[in-house]
């Protein structure tokens, strides 16, 4: 069986937005909200697939079982270098809200959903390399006032 990556982002379209989904390498993220995340990832539908692949097994995300109790072990590789380039230029923009990223193993149901504010991640790059499977992540990008 294979994994599947799924993603989105939430927010306001613009010019600066749609350049940078258009001009990633990898991956490619649409915009959506959670709830058009989850019924694609239900039904198995490639609307919010981040890769064209028949399956994500090949990608530093999507293919790496990385040891979650040895966390400070990985590899930093191109691919997950642009999602950490991505979401930092997200974080840039005023209007975006929420990115969502989800590994998931076919034929294996949701486990449910993670919330995380960027600034609540200290090492994005360990944070990618160590997605778990079957989880959404909510990852919030507008700046937290106390």
């Given at each position: 069986m294979c994994y599947y990556l799924y993603g989105t982002v939430?927010?306001?379209?613009?010019?600066?937005?749609?350049?940078?989904?258009n001009n990633m390498k990898y991956f490619k993220f649409k915009l959506g909200t959670y709830s058009s995340?989850?019924?694609?990832?239900?039904?198995?539908?490639?609307e919010f697939r981040l890769t064209n692949g028949m399956c994500d097994c090949a990608t530093a995300i999507g293919g790496k079982n990385p040891s979650y109790d040895n966390a400070t072990l990985y590899e930093v590789d191109e691919e997950i270098e642009e999602y950490v380039e991505f979401i930092q230029s997200l974080t840039e923009l005023r209007n975006i809200k929420n990115l969502y990223i989800c590994k998931k193993y076919n034929r294996d149901k949701l486990e449910g959903i993670i919330e995380l504010q960027i600034d609540d991640i200290d090492d994005l790059n360990l944070f990618f390399a160590n997605i778990r499977p079957n989880l959404i992540y909510k990852i919030g990008l507008y700046k937290k006032y106390f």
């Open positions: 939430e927010g306001d379209v613009n010019e600066n937005l749609f350049n940078k989904l995340l989850v019924s694609c990832i239900k039904k198995g539908t490639e």
